[in-house]
């Protein structure tokens, strides 16, 4: 039985007066509230109760144990009230983790209207290049591109896209461009990489509808892909980029694509723990999110 229920048995009674008026009240019958006070009394190791044929007459440990079950009650019915008038509206933090250039650029505006729309909430975001645990952060949704790894995690695509292979303007005019990935073995890649290692492997489409690995290399490489942008808008090397990360340089022309015809998939997908009590502030942005990205 639950200290609750005891709790709430152990106050019809002394408000009540009687076992049996504690149990019309309690929609059950006499000898179960006297099983329930007895259990109680048996756990506390106290006699909370003096019964007579006429009358019942609390002790001084029920009298103590009185006053603390009205307050921890009267708790829990105004946390519950305050829970119900809350339903209209969303409350709470919120945590998330995304990589760096989504995070920067296009998940920020459609973070800045959720909380416009929904002023008690508030939010922090980490970012960060590398597959974050949720559980262990304490996180409550991840923004990630491209293949998910199996696990417990409930996954929604928020939008098809692809990697694109580019590089500054004066990069190309002092390099030639690739005709085909293979030839990315000429160039200085700008490489990300969590290792620190001069070396990368790029997947590319092959003709046969397959898949190709290539091996590049290149004298720059960090763990920050805001970084790896920033060198290639600067001239030098060459990036593989996710397409949202991208897609404002290669319309303005400071990024030009090459061997789009090899290009794959990546898509960006929101991931966030299974389960069917998940808050209703975090399923509120995963649909928010869901929407400002459809038709990506």
Aim: charge should be positive.
């Amino acid at each position: 039985m639950s200290a609750l229920l005891e709790m709430q048995t152990f106050l019809e009674i002394v408000d009540r007066g009687s076992l049996s008026a504690a149990a019309r009240a309690l929609a059950t019958v006499p000898s179960t509230i006297s099983a329930r006070l007895a259990a109680l009394e048996e756990r506390l190791s106290v006699q909370l109760v003096v019964r007579s044929t006429r009358r019942l007459r609390l002790t001084e440990e029920g009298e103590r144990y009185l006053v603390d079950c009205r307050r921890i009650l009267d708790e829990i019915e105004r946390s519950e009230a305050c829970i119900r008038r809350g339903q209209g509206s969303l409350r709470g933090s919120l945590r998330i983790t995304a990589p760096s250039d989504l995070g920067r650029g296009r998940l920020r505006p459609c973070l800045e209207a959720f909380t416009e729309a929904h002023p008690r909430i508030s939010v922090y975001i980490h970012l960060s290049d590398e597959v974050v645990d949720l559980v262990r952060g304490g996180f409550d949704v991840a923004l990630r591109v491209g293949q998910l790894q199996g696990s417990s995690l409930t996954a929604r695509r928020l939008a098809t896209g692809h990697r694109v292979v580019c590089a500054a303007p004066s990069y190309w005019s002092r390099h030639p461009r690739p005709g085909t990935p293979g030839e990315l073995a000429q160039h200085d890649c700008l490489l990300w990489t969590p290792e620190g290692r001069n070396e990368a492997t790029w997947m590319f489409a092959a003709d046969d509808d397959g898949t190709q690995a290539i091996r590049v290399t290149g004298r720059r490489s960090s763990n920050d892909g805001e970084l790896v942008r920033a060198w290639a808008l600067a001239g030098l090397g060459v990036a593989q980029k996710s397409y949202w990360d991208v897609e404002r340089d290669l319309e303005a022309g400071r990024l030009e694509s090459v061997l789009n015809r090899f290009v794959r998939a990546a898509d960006l997908s929101i991931v966030y723990p299974s389960g069917r009590h998940l808050p209703r502030r975090v399923r509120a942005l995963v649909d928010h999110l869901v929407e400002s990205f459809r038709g990506a």
